[in-house]
């Protein structure tokens, strides 16, 4: 379990493509004080395990599930990336509960400042857009952000010089893809809604009707 709160930025140093997996090894500093072989790391907001220790850095091993579901296949030396390690029960929980298991991706389609607020626009697909509510926070590559608005499949985060400085939304270009995790708890209300319509067993979204239906309204 994560907070989406980055610690730093680590560089990949090596890319390992073994049949359908890869192997990927980073060099960072931070993270490394107190990781051990066996805990787990998010990398761009991707949970991995770490399986080598070096005195500058870690190796992980991604499955072809996460390949399928990340943007780990764009990776390469010399790349930054988001690192965060596991939160700890005694830790404020200063960002959201993130899982560090990505949904799928998002691509970048606009960056405009507003005063020293920088305000990023992404578009995804439609399934994980209803997951998405204003108000509501999202990690995209790891990072815990607040949408600041969302219109069908395109959703808006602010973005604070802080975390812009600090991690790799810094390097992103229009077009760029970063992955997503959307909110846990979306994910158990969709579940819940579309499970107990009564109404409509095909339901497959949720709207106005289906929120009546089950006495939200």
């Known amino acids: 379990m994560f907070t989406g709160l980055i610690e730093e930025t680590g560089k990949i140093v090596c ?7 890869l192997y990927l090894t ?10 051990k072989i066996g805990d ?21 091993f991604a499955s072809s599930e996460t390949l399928s579901v990340t943007t780990f296949n764009t990776l390469s030396q010399g790349k930054f990336v988001n690192l965060e390690r596991t939160l ?20 970048l389609q ?20 209803g997951q998405i509510v204003k ?10 952000l607040t949408v600041a608005d969302i219109s069908n499949c395109a959703f808006k985060v602010a ?13 992103l270009k229009i077009g760029d893809t970063v992955n997503l995790e959307t909110d846990v708890i ?21 709207d106005m009707n289906l929120l009546e239906r089950n006495g939200f309204l």
Do not use: M, W
């Not at 108000?135 to 815990?144: M, N, P, R, T, Y």
């Open 15 to 21: 890319t390992d493509k073994e049949n359908s997996s």
């Open 26 to 35: 980073v060099e960072c500093k931070k993270i490394l004080d107190g990781l």
């Open 40 to 60: 787990s790391v998010a990398i761009n907001g991707a949970c991995q395990t770490v399986t080598e220790l070096h005195s500058n850095g870690f190796k992980v």
């Open 88 to 107: 700890r029960l005694c830790d404020r929980l200063d960002g959201h509960i993130v899982s560090g298991h990505v949904d799928g991706t998002a691509a």
């Open 110 to 129: 606009n960056v405009h400042k507003d005063g020293e607020t920088i305000l990023f626009t992404f578009i995804t697909d439609e399934k994980l857009a």
């Open 135 to 144: 108000k509501g926070s999202v990690a995209l590559d790891g990072i815990s």
């Open 159 to 171: 973005v604070i010089p802080h975390t812009y400085n600090n991690t790799t939304l810094k390097y």
């Open 186 to 206: 979306a994910k158990y209300v969709e579940k819940y809604l579309l499970s107990n319509d009564n109404n409509n067993h095909n339901a497959t979204t949720i």
